[in-house]
Nanobody
Framework: QVQLVESGGGLVQTGGSLRLSCVAS????????MGWYRQSPGKQRELVAT???????NYASSAEGRFTISRHNAENTVALQMNDLKPEDTAVYYC????????????WGQGTQVTVSA
């Protein structure tokens, strides 16, 4: 079992920035896909951005142009730089590590709260 620990959430005003970080409990092997999802009250968890170990990034349309995902493969860490934050970005943000090919896995962090005030 791999533990993922997030940090960096908090309260920010509209238009502000936050940087989320996630560290995995293992350094090897390199986790295949790491990324961020979020969940607002009453809504389903949704994709924000993912990044494979090979460098392929995938962003939700709501994140394109404002958020940037990055990772350090050797340390199994992933970060999410969020700029121009909006009240609708308010959610609990979860770090995820996954692999769809054998051996498959899907690990989640405990989440970190991001609140954007109007």
């Amino acid at each position: 079992q791999v533990q993922l620990v997030e940090s960096g959430g908090g309260l920010v005003q509209t238009g502000g920035s936050l940087r989320l970080s996630c560290v995995a409990s293992i350094r090897t092997p390199t986790l295949h896909t790491m990324g961020w999802y979020r969940q607002s009250p009453g809504k389903q968890r949704e994709l924000v951005a993912t990044l494979t170990s090979g460098g392929t990034a995938n962003y939700a349309s709501s994140a394109e142009g404002r958020f940037t995902i990055s990772r350090h493969n050797a340390e199994n860490t992933v970060a999410l730089q969020m700029n121009d934050l909006k009240p609708e970005d308010t959610a609990v943000y979860y770090c995820n590590a996954s692999r769809r090919m054998t051996p498959t896995y899907n690990f989640w962090g405990q989440g970190t709260q991001v609140t954007v005030s109007a």
